[in-house]
């Protein structure tokens, strides 16, 4: 029985809506503008190179968040199964970089004559530097159509993509009376992102995404003792806070020619 393109729609509604809804003017706004170059190395083999510049807008500042450069490998058991494997270093101003590698696996599925769902799951390992988490387990989803709309030549698409962290500096967590009640890690599901993306050819090599991206932070199902966004009763501050934001991103991409000339939208950038 074939299922409802309505059902995947709902999904995702389902999945944005747990997300904590607020006001544009009170989350961060930034910009993030990233260049990569597509290398075909075999017939089902690709690899790429990427670099991402944040500019954080809040108050006018424009002020560079970070900088991300990536390298992964790509490759494609058959029309419906891929995986992907890679690093990316991340430095700010401060002089911080972290590291993390990273592999994952998508299974695409044609809904009907248009539409096609891409469902992934990726595995992360983060060095020291960064506090937040030692390990991430990422699920994604990607909803686009199965060719490019004549308008334009634009491939429009919608992803949104659940966070669980695991390990990370730990948290203090009190009870009511105040008393500490143990020093952990927050483990748990704490961050979603919401992706509206619109892919366009420039050239034949060229595509340049315009999209919209929303990041929204939560205690998702998890206990007290693996909340983040908690008061430090001590030193009256707040552990591990939201960090949500909007970001408007362009993304350009120049892909070399290879043995396999099929044009691949990107399921994230």
């Known amino acids: 029985m074939r299922k409802s393109p309505i059902l995947y729609f ?4 389902f999945l944005l809506i747990l997300s904590p809804i607020r006001s544009f003017a009170q989350d961060e706004w930034r910009v993030w503008n990233t260049l990569s170059l597509g290398l075909p190395l075999t017939k089902n083999l690709d690899g790429r190179i990427a670099y991402l510049r944040s500019t954080d807008l809040t108050n006018g500042s424009f002020e560079n968040n970070f900088n991300w450069y990536q390298f992964r490998l790509s490759y494609r058991f058959n029309r419906t199964w891929s995986t992907r ?10 002089g911080n970089v972290t590291n993390r590698v990273f592999a994952n696996v998508f299974h695409s599925s044609r809904l009907n004559r248009r539409l096609t ?4 799951i990726q595995l992360e390992t983060h060095n020291r530097e960064e506090s937040r988490y030692d390990q991430r387990i990422i699920l994604m989803s990607r909803l686009g159509f199965r060719k490019r709309l004549k308008f334009l030549k634009v491939a429009p698409s919608f992803s949104y993509s659940l966070f669980y962290n695991i390990g990370g500096d730990p948290i203090t967590y009190y009870s009511s009376s105040g008393e500490v009640i ?5 483990n748990g599901f704490h961050r979603g992102r919401a992706l509206v993306n619109f892919n366009f050819i420039l050239s034949d090599p060229i595509r340049l995404s315009v ?9 998702l199902a998890v206990s007290e003792t693996n909340k983040i966004n908690v008061l430090n009763m001590d030193s009256n501050r707040i552990q591990r806070p939201f960090n949500n934001y909007h970001v408007v991103g362009l993304s350009l991409s120049y892909q070399l020619k290879g043995k396999n000339k099929d044009s691949l939208l990107p399921i994230n950038f």
């Open 10 to 13: 709902s999904t995702f509604l």
């Open 85 to 94: 494997a890679g690093t990316i270093w991340m430095s700010t101003p401060s």
């Open 117 to 120: 769902l891409k469902n992934g």
């Open 182 to 186: 143990t020093q952990k890690p927050s």
């Open 211 to 219: 999209y919209y991206m929303n990041q929204q932070e939560f205690n």
